[in-house]
């Protein structure tokens, strides 16, 4: 009788300790799978910002090359202005 007593405590301590461990498992993947779902989701941001520069890119490289794109990009990416043209610097704006 108290051999049957034994195995049915060890039985039971185990299935607790079981039970224990697989609902902490669980917890833990599901942490793990809602912080890659956010990962995702910031990586499909991150992949649609990059589309927009993309297409921006290609509409520059398709612009064709007359005075009115040079003139736009020497304003743009080299700060230069014509002679005749009168620049206000402000610097409450970035």
Not at 7 to 30: C, E, H, N, R, Y
Not at 50 to 78: F, Q
Request: aromatic content about 6%; proline content about 2%.
């Amino acid at each position: 009788m108290k051999k049957q007593r034994g195995t049915a405590l060890i039985i039971k301590v185990l299935a607790v300790f079981f039970a224990v461990v697989g609902i902490f498992t669980v917890m833990s993947l599901q942490l793990k799978k809602n912080q890659l779902l956010e990962e995702i989701d910031r990586l499909k941001e991150d992949n649609e910002d990059n589309l927009a520069v993309i297409e921006g890119l290609r509409e520059d490289l398709d612009a064709p090359v007359d005075m009115d794109y040079i003139i736009r990009v020497a304003r743009e990416r080299l700060g230069l202005c014509l002679p005749h043209e009168i620049v206000f610097y402000n610097d409450l704006i970035d």
